[in-house]
T-cell receptor, first 115, second 111 residues
Framework: DTAVSQTPKYLVTQMGNDKSIKCEQN?????MYWYKQDSKKFLKIMFS???????INETVPNRFSPKSPDKAHLNLHINSLELGDSAVYFC??????????????FGPGTRLTVL | SQQGEEDPQALSIQEGENATMNCSYK?????LQWYRQNSGRGLVHLIL?????REKHSGRLRVTLDTSKKSSSLLITASRAADTASYFC???????????FGAGTRLFVKA
């Protein structure tokens, strides 16, 4: 039983296209995250939602738009893809908002390649 | 500069040896966590140490925290080839809830 799942696992697309990545967690967690991991393995927070409410919005181009239809899902839509968007995108979830000891559970990642 | 910086960036050891990775951070923290990432996979939580703790053990893992030096170390004893992975420290600032990850140490354990 997959706890945090993402689709697709691989995404190859042309510059300028629009694409979406989907994330679902079946852990009953309140908080979900999107991270970007670049080629040097730096992992940077992009967004965080708590029970469908946006609580963290880092300095991310507005071409990136997260959407949380319910607390078990957090999707990421990217408009006008650029070469620099190539990275691995991870979804994660944790039980509660604002609990600093919460463990985060990560999805398997989506490797996005923009040509 | 980045909160949670690990060193070394890469470490190669023989099976059975101990592996030590270090993490430094810059601000006051609530806690520090270590995660492991196998190649092509997501991160998996290993251990959490609170700011008022100095040492914690979990199986072959030993974590220390020195808040005066703003540093932590992760020791893996009697390493195995299956320990080959990248290891990340992650911190949550005092009063905050955003987790910040370091760049990771890539550990390679040779059989």
């Amino acid at each position: 039983d997959t706890a945090v799942s993402q689709t697709p696992k691989y995404l190859v697309t042309q510059m300028g296209n629009d694409k979406s990545i989907k994330c679902e967690q079946n852990l009953g967690h309140d908080t979900m995250y999107w991270y970007k991991q670049d080629s040097k393995k730096f992992l940077k927070i992009m967004f965080s939602y708590n029970n469908k409410e946006l609580i963290i919005n880092e300095t991310v181009p507005n071409r990136f738009s997260p959407k949380s239809p319910d607390k078990a899902h957090l999707n990421l839509h990217i408009n006008s893809l650029e070469l620099g968007d190539s990275a691995v995108y991870f979804c994660a979830s944790s039980p509660q908002r604002g609990v600093s000891t919460d463990t985060q559970y990560f999805g398997p990642g989506t490797r996005l390649t923009v040509l | 500069s980045q909160q949670g910086e690990e060193d070394p960036q890469a470490l190669s050891i023989q099976e059975g040896e101990n592996a030590t990775m270090n993490c430094s951070y810059k601000t006051s923290i609530n806690n520090l966590q270590w995660y492991r990432q196998n190649s092509g996979r997501g991160l998996v939580h290993l251990i959490l140490i609170r700011s008022n703790e100095r040492e914690k053990h979990s199986g072959r893992l030993r974590v220390t925290l020195d808040t005066s030096k703003k540093s932590s170390s992760l020791l893996i004893t009697a390493s195995r080839a299956a320990d080959t992975a990248s290891y990340f420290c992650a911190t949550v600032n005092t009063g905050g809830f955003k987790t910040i990850f370091g760049a990771g140490t890539r550990l390679f354990v040779k059989a």
